[in-house]
């Protein structure tokens, strides 16, 4: 089983930044694509970045040249991904929520982010 708790979200003006974090415990040796998704009220979940254990990253389109996500398999216990946040627009806001896959497929709770125009 996998536990995923996530960090980093807030409030923040446009322009701004903010760096989320999402570190993954207990059986991790087989999650292989980490990533990172929103959702907007009233709006479908999104793909905002993944990034798999060879470090190949894929982002969604309202994202590129802003959001830049990056992982950490350093410690043994613990997976880390982050989410790097720049030039943050009204319209990300949003509950963030990780995501890792490999054989399991498991969500954190979310994390807020809202970005005050």
């Known amino acids: 089983q996998v536990q995923l708790v996530e960090s980093g979200g807030g409030l923040v003006q446009a322009g701004g930044s903010l760096r989320l974090s999402c570190a993954a415990s207990g059986s991790i040796f087989g999650i292989t694509v980490m990533g990172w998704y929103r959702q907007a009220p009233g709006k479908q979940r999104e793909l905002v970045a993944t990034i798999s254990s060879g470090g190949n990253t894929e982002y969604g389109d309202s994202v590129k040249g802003r959001f830049t996500i990056s992982r950490d398999n350093a410690k043994n216990s613990v997976f880390l991904v982050y989410l790097e946040m720049n030039s943050l627009k009204f319209e990300d806001t949003a509950v963030y929520y990780c995501?890792?896959?490999?054989?399991?497929?498991?969500w954190g709770q979310g994390t807020q982010v809202t970005v005050s125009s």
């Open positions: 995501r890792v896959r490999g054989g399991i497929n498991v």
